[in-house]
């Protein structure tokens, strides 16, 4: 997919089946536009249920008779690392891309969401390399003697896997699921959100500019009913790897569960900021801003309910709506604006009606943002942001993933009380703490019932380490050798002599 023709002007995509870019079997295309200007982008195919088939085909030859599950791991390792300097080579190109179909602002996806892609191949690359499988030794009685007993753990690529990824990050997403999969020698099916797909079209170019065979990677564009379902569904497809909403996560586990497939499941989050009184105020204050307002809120780790101890709540308060009214609204091609438009007019329709039901539910707003005035913005989906005080934990917009730029803020007196109301959540995504007291920080994390805990920090990724949520916030872990645990399976080999 030529970059620069996305840059200038409209153009039509195909899918990605078997190595080559092939239209939709029915010939249909749905329009791609930028969200910060309503624009067309591109005419992209509209896959149905026949292209899935012929997408899962290709991939099932592949694994069941093509080279790359019986690759050495150092062969694939190293095909993984050409991939991830591709992703450097067209790392500007990229990065316009993604700002300009996502709206998610340049500076984000040229300097966090591309390398962090590359990062991805490069590092299941060398975890693939590096993973060590089990051998044990012993002796066993077997038909009245004595035997030797060597036991082998094979660790083999579950098969063909359905990759579903979301719209907010959708290149960093889509190598983050990719990456593990290929490095266990797995071969795949890729669906992405039909709000985003262009760079993912360009990822799959890119693999087999790597040396990844044809049939390996395959990318079929379209929605979730017409492509999403029949993918989950198909027999052949042997796991499930998605990230995104709630609903559409369910809705995957309940069907992936007729023919008992391998699911990991990354969904929505609520997740509590606490604050409190002997926090470095600095740190806190801009670490908070980061969690809430990046990408305007619309990502799953948003730290939207902010939790102040009342000792610093004034203060607090004060200096963090400084800061945010400061933040630049704006153009996400241009390296100025901290915050892009939301991601569709439907979408930010939907966050103003959580805005407009907080104020009939009570709510004190402190800051209302409403859609910015600049006559340069007005055919984009931009939003300003909105912090409000609700009169108790439980209206909407304290306790619904809104994802988009709205805060709920409140006080809280003791450790045990900001730990019970921080639990009061139908998700458990991820948290965050802000103390000098490394006992306190400890403490609040051990008793958070979230699947990750960030003291003193926001999002500080090491990606041996796993990610993924508790409660409705998901199923299994990504990264590290969770990932390569969810894209393997273990196969004893006993040996007796």
């Not at 005419?43 to 050495?72: I, L, Q, T, Y």
């Not at 509590?272 to 801003?289: M, Q």
């Amino acid at each position: 997919m030529d970059l620069m023709a996305v840059a200038t002007g409209v153009q039509r995509t195909q899918l990605f089946i078997d190595g080559r870019f092939v239209d939709a079997a029915g010939g249909e295309t749905f329009e791609d536009r930028a969200p910060a200007t309503s624009e067309l982008l591109a005419h992209v195919a509209s896959g149905g249920a026949r292209d899935v088939d012929r997408a899962v085909a290709a991939a099932r030859r592949a694994f069941d008779g093509g080279p790359w599950p019986r690759m050495p791991a150092a062969q694939r390792a190293k095909v993984l690392r050409r991939l991830g300097a591709l992703l450097l080579e067209n790392a500007d190109a990229l990065a316009k891309l993604e700002a300009r179909d996502a709206g998610k602002p340049f500076k984000e996806t040229a300097h966090r969401d591309v390398p962090r892609a590359a990062d991805n191949c490069a590092f299941f690359a060398s975890a693939i390399e590096q993973r060590a499988q089990q051998v044990t030794f012993d002796r066993k009685p077997f038909l009245g003697s004595e035997r030797e007993i060597v036991s082998l753990v094979r660790e083999e690529p579950v098969g063909v896997c359905a990759l579903l990824t979301p719209w907010n990050s959708p290149l960093m997403q889509a190598t983050w699921k990719i990456a593990p999969a290929l490095a266990a020698g797995n071969t795949c099916v890729l669906k992405p959100s039909e709000l985003t797909p262009l760079s993912t079209l360009k990822l799959a170019e890119l693999c087999s500019a790597a040396g990844v065979p044809d049939g390996v990677v395959n990318v079929v564009t379209g929605f979730g009913a017409d492509a999403g379902a029949p993918l989950v569904a198909d027999a052949r497809v042997d796991a499930v790897a998605f990230t995104g909403s709630v609903a559409v996560g369910t809705a995957i586990n309940v069907a992936a569960a007729q023919t008992l497939k391998k699911v990991t499941l990354e969904l929505g989050g609520k997740s509590a900021n606490i604050v409190f009184d002997d926090a470095d105020l600095e740190l806190a204050l801009e670490g908070s801003v980061l969690a809430m307002f990046r990408h305007s809120g619309q990502v799953c780790l948003a730290g939207t309910r902010l939790f102040v101890q009342a000792g610093i709540y004034e203060t607090f308060v004060e200096r963090y709506l400084e800061r945010v009214r400061a933040l630049r609204v704006g153009d996400p091609e241009s390296p100025e604006s901290d915050l892009g438009p939301l991601i569709s007019a439907p979408h930010r329709a939907r966050v103003e009606g959580f805005i407009e039901r907080a104020l009939a539910e009570g709510a004190t707003a402190l800051l209302h943002g409403g859609r910015p005035a600049h006559a340069e913005l007005a055919n984009g989906h931009y939003l300003e942001p909105s912090i409000f005080a609700p009169p108790s934990d439980e209206i909407a917009v304290a306790r619904e993933e809104i994802f988009g730029p709205v805060l709920s803020l409140f006080q809280f007196e003791t450790l045990d009380e900001v730990v019970a109301r921080a639990n009061d959540t139908r998700f458990g995504l991820s948290a965050y703490v802000w103390t000098r007291d490394v006992g306190t920080g400890m403490r609040a994390a051990e008793r958070l019932h979230s699947g990750m805990v960030w003291i003193n920090g926001y999002f500080i990724r090491d990606l041996r380490q796993p990610f993924g949520g508790v409660k409705e916030s998901g199923l299994g872990r990504e990264g590290g050798r969770w990932s390569l645990d969810f894209f393997t399976e273990p196969k004893l080999v006993c040996i007796a002599y």
